[in-house]
């Protein structure tokens, strides 16, 4: 499975691990504020044996709300939609497949095999969900073919555009699952079923700390060995990907095996994919306790115990769609702590490599942890959410880092006040006063352009 960068606009999924952060150097809050707001666009191929033998090469894909241009609706616009409904957006996505390499060589005096396209009218209710990434569109494009090399170009089309965008080509194996060798693992959603085998359609990416599901073909199965899912974490590298520490092996016992069996895709508007009987092939369902994994990149294998090398294997990326901007470079997450902890408590988070640090901030935070049974962890997501929130609601064109003005520092350490309310004592003076349970806070605005300042401080 694949994800593809399109040439003329930008699918950019960021994905981090405090090892795997970039230093400091010139990153700063608005940077990282400006990657975790990166609209998303999944994309992927797979490739599945498909009713009575005939490989089907399906396209899914998934469009975040904030990656779609949306327009509010009028009495111009020929839409006929719910009156609840003020936006719309328009989406074709198809795909032209075509015989051999993507060479210039072979692409000479080429013709289609296959096309298949995609359309659809997307509606939302309020602008907040115009740019919600929890909204979203997805589909799929599929095609049958005969086992072979082909390769393949994507056209988007967004609010009807006069020049649709076109991907770079790409290569595509469709094998013949008879004769293969390897298996398949497809990534499911956590409440799939064998009467409904839901493709989390994100590519490659899992949702961060939320169990999920796999299907794995066993190629060759034989009752006698002793199957297993073995997870390890990855490290990715420009020409290979290697495994480092294991995490857990997943037995496969003889009652999880599904045998003789066809796999295809549902003929319905899911993303689903179905098992009938009659078929030829041996698959295994499995739940991945994935709630209890750090935010990383994993490997998934297959093997039985007596072979080298694995059965299947599969790439595998945490990812979390609302992560905290803070979250993606550990020493500005260590300097959004300043708020919380003395000087010398930051002086000495901040000594050390990179694994040493990680080492101390994580140890930070599982003190505190309320779900230490969980990787998960609530109470830091709500302080580096609040300092995001302060970063957005109290910046000015004086103080663009809207954490490090009173009220941001305010909202950081105590939350959303209880109640708030604004006077106006003097011309051009502003006074606005917070209330906590059990504190209250008086902020003190001068003429013009000038910031919040907290009284009595």
Do not use: C
Not at 41 to 62: K, Y
Not at 157 to 174: C, W
Not at 356 to 379: A, G, H, M, V, Y
Not at 424 to 440: A, D, I, S
Request: aromatic share 12%.
């Amino acid at each position: 499975m694949k994800k593809l960068g399109f040439l003329v606009f930008t699918l950019i999924v960021f994905f981090s691990t405090f090892i795997e952060a970039q230093r400091r150097g010139d990153v700063n809050y608005i940077t990282l504020a400006n990657r975790a707001s990166t609209p998303n666009f999944f994309f992927e191929e797979l490739v599945v044996p498909g009713e009575n033998g005939n490989p089907e090469l399906i396209f899914i894909f998934r469009m975040d709300n904030d990656f779609l241009p949306f327009k509010k609706i009028t009495v111009d616009d020929d839409i006929n939609t719910p009156e609840s409904e003020e936006f719309f957006s328009t989406a074709r996505l198809n795909t032209e497949i075509f015989k051999g390499n993507a060479s210039k060589k072979d692409l000479e005096d080429i013709s289609s095999v296959s096309r298949d396209v995609w359309a659809d009218t997307l509606l939302a209710s309020n602008y907040e969900q115009t740019k919600s990434k929890k909204h979203f569109a997805e589909g799929k494009l599929v095609t049958s073919l005969a086992p072979g090399m082909y390769n393949y170009v994507l056209q988007l089309n967004l609010m009807e555009e006069v020049n649709e965008r076109n991907s770079q080509r790409r290569n595509v194996r469709v094998p013949d699952f008879n004769s293969k060798k390897t298996g398949e693992i497809y990534l499911l959603n956590n409440e799939s079923e064998i009467a409904d085998l839901r493709l989390i359609n994100m590519g490659n990416n899992v949702r961060y700390a939320e169990d999920y599901k796999v299907l794995v073909r066993i190629p060759n199965y034989d009752s006698s060995k002793k199957y297993s899912i073995d997870i390890h974490k990855a490290q990715i590298n420009r020409r290979d990907t290697t495994n480092q520490e294991k995490i857990t092996s997943i037995t496969i016992d003889n009652n999880k095996v599904l045998n003789r069996k066809s796999l295809s895709l549902k003929k319905d508007e899911s993303v689903s994919l179905m098992l009938t009987e009659n078929g030829s092939f041996t698959y295994a369902l499995i739940s991945i306790p994935n709630k209890g994994f750090e935010n990383s990149v994993y490997s998934l294998s297959l093997n039985d115990g007596l072979s080298d090398k694995p059965l299947a294997r599969k790439i595998v990326r945490s990812f979390w769609p609302d992560i905290p901007p803070s979250l993606l470079n550990l020493d500005i997450a260590i300097d959004m702590m300043k708020f919380i902890v003395s000087e010398d408590q930051l002086k000495n988070l901040k000594k050390g490599n990179d694994k040493e640090k990680e080492k101390k901030f994580r140890s930070f935070w599982e003190q505190r942890d309320p779900t230490p049974d969980t990787e998960f962890n609530e109470l830091m997501t709500e302080y580096y959410n609040r300092v995001h929130h302060a970063f957005k609601e109290f910046r000015t064109p004086e103080s663009p880092f809207g954490q490090d003005t009173d009220r941001g520092e305010v909202y950081i350490k105590y939350g959303p006040p209880t109640s708030t309310d604004r006077a106006f004592p003097k011309k051009g003076q502003v006074l606005e006063t917070w209330k906590y349970p059990n504190r209250t806070f008086v902020f003190e605005k001068g003429s013009g352009f000038s910031e919040f300042v907290l009284l009595g401080k």
